[in-house]
Every structure is written in structure tokens, then in C-alpha cells.
């Protein structure tokens, strides 16, 4: 056995297999934001109607698939196994557990609790961000940049969650929502929070990625001028739908929750977006 081909392989391997962790940990991630996307109108219906926040009668459909084979002959040939049942039950109790526990720790530490979700969802998505760059560009260095990584945590945890956190604690206690969704009142908000909030927030993100970078006060300048205007026209697209609906149906103690879950996708999108753009003038 030749020891030294074995020595020279042992990296690339250990290389292939942490991007392969990653890009589970990523998938994981998009999929448990796309559960939670989905179910949180579904919560948010459901505590109109009750004060209990128990994730029990908010995500349990009135409509299974059961029902739907039990009306259709020779249905038991289809039936999954017990254990198959017993497994699914599992799986929906420790989701239950999890949802429960995490509505639990906003009662009693809704900041916090906030920083913490934002400190973990903004990574993830500037993780999944740069194995999109990477696999595009073959010539792009292999691995992960954590430094930058670590931007995306401090701005999450230390800007991004704060500041939602108390801008619709604001708008809520200033504007409260009413009762019907398409209320011209939940219109105001919406235009409060897209053409106010919004532009005020983007611009502040800006600047601290790029201070944590080490940008000078021109630096800052520069990237606002180059990014800030077509990111906010990208922004009203994806944001003024997905806001609308976070104002409208989503209860005021899950509206960052939302928020993280399409920031996610969101951040993705702006870092391979923000990266193309660099590229060009890194080369003349």
C-alpha cells in the first residue's frame, strides 16, 4: 500500500466529506423553514379562534390521507404497517414537543429566543449561499468561509433580530391589527413596514456587513450607492406578498419567526446576487 498516496488523499477526503455534512445541514434547514412557512398561517388561524398556543390543535389537519384511503376499496392493501404509524407519531410528537417548547421560551424570553433563531437561520443561509457559489465556479477556493459566516451571525443576532423584534412590537402597539385581513388598515402597516421600515433596514444591514468586514466610512458609502436602490427593488417583490401575509394572519410573537424563515431563502439569493455583481470589478 502506498502510504504517501493515501496521506495526499486524506484531505480531499475530509474536504468532500464536511461539504457533504454541510450541504445536509442545509437541507435540513430549507426543509425545516419550509414546514415552518407553511404551518405558521395555519398557527396564527387557529389562535384567532383561542388563546391557547398549543401546537397540538394548530397543526393537526381536520383532513389526513387516512381518511382519503378509507374511502376507496381495497384500501388495506395500501395501509402503511404499525410500526410505520407508530414511527410517524414519533416523529409529529417531537415536532409537537419542539414547537411547544419554542413558543414556551417567546413567553418567557422573546428576545432572546429571537437572537438565537436569527443567530442560526442568517449562518445557515450564507452556508448554503457559498456551496451555490462554489459549485457554479470551479475555480472558486474549496471549503467554507466561516469568517464571513461569522459577519452573518453578529449581524443576526445583534442587529437583524433586535430590530425586528421592536419594530413590530411598534407597529403593533401604534397600528394594531384588525380583525379583518384585507382591512385598509393592514394595508397602512404593510406600507409602513415596506416603505419605511424597510429601506431604513437595508441600508443599516449594509453598513454593518461591511463595517464588520473592515470597510471604512467610503466603503460604506460605495456599497449603498452601487446596491442599496436594486436591492430594494428586488426587495418590494419578494417582500411586500410575504409581508402582507406576516401582517395580516401571523400573531406578533411569530412575525420574526416568518420573517427568519423567508430571510433565509432571501439571504441566499442576495449573497450569490451581491457576489456576482463583485466579481466583474475585482477583475478590472
Known amino acids: 500500500i502506498d502510504r504517501s498516496a493515501l496521506a495526499t488523499e486524506r484531505p480531499g477526503g475530509r474536504t468532500q466529506m464536511r461539504s457533504a455534512l454541510l450541504q445536509i445541514v442545509n437541507a435540513a434547514c430549507a426543509a425545516t423553514s419550509l414546514r415552518l412557512l407553511l404551518a405558521l398561517p395555519a398557527a396564527s388561524i387557529a389562535s384567532h379562534g383561542s388563546q391557547s398556543h398549543l401546537p397540538s390543535t394548530a397543526l393537526t389537519p381536520a383532513f389526513t390521507p387516512s381518511l382519503l384511503r378509507r374511502s376507496i376499496p381495497g384500501h388495506e392493501a395500501a395501509m402503511p404497517s404499525a410500526m410505520t404509524q407508530r414511527r410517524r407519531c414519533v416523529r409529529m410528537n417531537v415536532l409537537t414537543d419542539l414547537w411547544g417548547g419554542y413558543l414556551s421560551s417567546l413567553d418567557a424570553q422573546p428576545l432572546l429566543t429571537k437572537c438565537l433563531t ?167
Open 118 to 284: 436569527s443567530g442560526v437561520i442568517l449562518p445557515a443561509a450564507d452556508i448554503a449561499a457559498q456551496l451555490i457559489e462554489k459549485r457554479g465556479d470551479p475555480s472558486a477556493p474549496r471549503g467554507i468561509d466561516f469568517t464571513r459566516t461569522s459577519r452573518w451571525l453578529a449581524a443576526g443576532f445583534l442587529l437583524h433580530a433586535p430590530w425586528n423584534h421592536y419594530w413590530y412590537n411598534f407597529l403593533d402597539a401604534r397600528v394594531p391589527p384588525p380583525t379583518e385581513p384585507l382591512s385598509g388598515i393592514n394595508f397602512l402597516r404593510l406600507a409602513l413596514d415596506q416603505f419605511l421600515q424597510a429601506p431604513v433596514f437595508t441600508a443599516l444591514f449594509f453598513a454593518v456587513l461591511q463595517l464588520l468586514e473592515g470597510a471604512n466610512t467610503q466603503g460604506v458609502r460605495d456599497k449603498l450607492s452601487r446596491d442599496w436602490w436594486s436591492t430594494m427593488k428586488t426587495n418590494w417583490v419578494v417582500w411586500l406578498p410575504a409581508s402582507f401575509i406576516n401582517l395580516a394572519f401571523v400573531p406578533t410573537a411569530l412575525k420574526l419567526l416568518y420573517v427568519n424563515v423567508v430571510f433565509y431563502f432571501w439571504s441566499i439569493f442576495l449573497s450569490i446576487v451581491a457576489n456576482r455583481d463583485v466579481e466583474p470589478q475585482k477583475q478590472t
